[in-house]
């Protein structure tokens, strides 16, 4: 009897994960709608927390988590959600984006802030030298940590407010797929995070975005449940203050 891979349902999980963004972006309030501002404050409360630990939250995502997901497929459903409440910014078109490319955006914009200098992505073939060091070390870090470690979330959550605090968009569909796949044998999403961040034009030659490369490794599993544990890193980094993620005070 063959055993099911995530690498076997690729449709089911990519639709799973439109389905599911999208019922999160239902909750921003626009111009146009209403949206549920306490269904976000609630989600909210998962940030630093193992999936289903907040009841509070349990109300608003168990009624958007796409029908007959396994349960070791739920955690990156929930912290997904967490994150997106806190930055809740859809993301513009259907143009498909890692995580570390958006991360490689925030570094050269601080980059360009912090030696004073005007300059746009692709001006040479050096711009990897003008990355903002306090960025890409937090990047590195968020590369090295293990799902079912303590500061796999920690470190996401940093950057993710990181991003909030430039306005730099996040691709939430692709950021769901790849933490779906973070535990893969082979680190196939920790690589194209780290190729779109130092080497953006790899891209050209690379497959589609919302299959990863590399696909056929034997082993592939999917990550483990455990995301809990919130403290903070101490980093050390001279000029590298965190914004404030504005959980407290939520209602």
């Given at each position: 009897?063959?055993?099911?891979?995530?690498?076997?349902?690729?449709?089911?999980?990519?639709?799973?994960?439109?389905t599911?963004?999208?019922r999160?972006?239902a909750?921003?309030?626009?111009?146009?709608?209403?949206?549920?501002?306490?269904?976000?404050?609630?989600?909210?409360?998962g940030?630093?927390?193992?999936?289903g630990?907040?009841?509070?939250?349990?109300?608003?995502?168990?009624?958007?988590?796409p029908?007959?997901?396994?349960?070791?497929?739920?955690?990156?459903?929930y912290?997904?959600?967490?994150?997106?409440?806190l930055?809740?910014?859809?993301?513009?078109?259907?143009?498909?984006?890692?995580?570390?490319?958006?991360?490689?955006?925030?570094?050269?914009?601080?980059?360009?802030?912090?030696?004073?200098?005007?300059?746009?992505?692709?001006d040479?073939?050096?711009?990897g030298?003008?990355l903002?060091?306090?960025?890409e070390?937090?990047?590195?870090?968020?590369?090295n940590?293990?799902?079912?470690?303590?500061s796999?979330?920690?470190?996401?959550?940093?950057a993710v407010?990181?991003?909030k605090?430039s306005?730099?968009?996040?691709?939430?569909?692709?950021?769901?797929?790849?933490?779906?796949?973070w535990?893969?044998?082979?680190?196939?999403?920790?690589?194209r995070?780290?190729?779109?961040?130092?080497?953006p034009?790899?891209?050209?030659?690379?497959?589609?975005?919302?299959?990863?490369p590399n696909?056929?490794?034997?082993?592939?599993?999917?990550?483990?449940?455990g995301?809990?544990?919130?403290?903070l890193?101490?980093?050390?980094?001279?000029?590298?203050?965190?914004?404030?993620?504005?959980?407290?005070?939520?209602a």
């Amino acid at each position: 009897m063959t055993t099911e891979t995530p690498l076997s349902r690729p449709a089911t999980r990519e639709n799973n994960a439109w389905t599911f963004v999208h019922r999160l972006e239902a909750l921003v309030p626009t111009p146009e709608h209403e949206g549920d501002r306490a269904a976000l404050a609630a989600l909210r409360r998962g940030l630093g927390k193992a999936p289903g630990d907040d009841l509070k939250m349990l109300p608003y995502i168990v009624r958007m988590l796409p029908a007959h997901l396994r349960p070791q497929e739920e955690p990156p459903y929930y912290l997904t959600a967490s994150l997106f409440a806190l930055y809740p910014v859809a993301w513009p078109g259907t143009k498909p984006q890692t995580f570390g490319a958006s991360m490689r955006s925030l570094a050269l914009n601080q980059g360009a802030a912090r030696g004073g200098a005007s300059m746009k992505e692709g001006d040479d073939e050096q711009d990897g030298g003008r990355l903002d060091k306090p960025v890409e070390r937090r990047f590195v870090a968020l590369l090295n940590a293990d799902d079912d470690g303590e500061s796999f979330a920690t470190h996401l959550r940093h950057a993710v407010s990181l991003l909030k605090s430039s306005d730099t968009r996040i691709n939430w569909v692709q950021l769901l797929l790849d933490l779906g796949a973070w535990g893969w044998a082979g680190r196939p999403v920790q690589r194209r995070w780290a190729q779109d961040f130092w080497s953006p034009r790899w891209k050209d030659a690379a497959p589609a975005p919302n299959s990863l490369p590399n696909d056929g490794e034997a082993g592939d599993s999917l990550p483990n449940d455990g995301e809990a544990g919130d403290s903070l890193p101490n980093d050390g980094e001279a000029g590298d203050s965190l914004p404030n993620d504005g959980e407290a005070g939520d209602a």
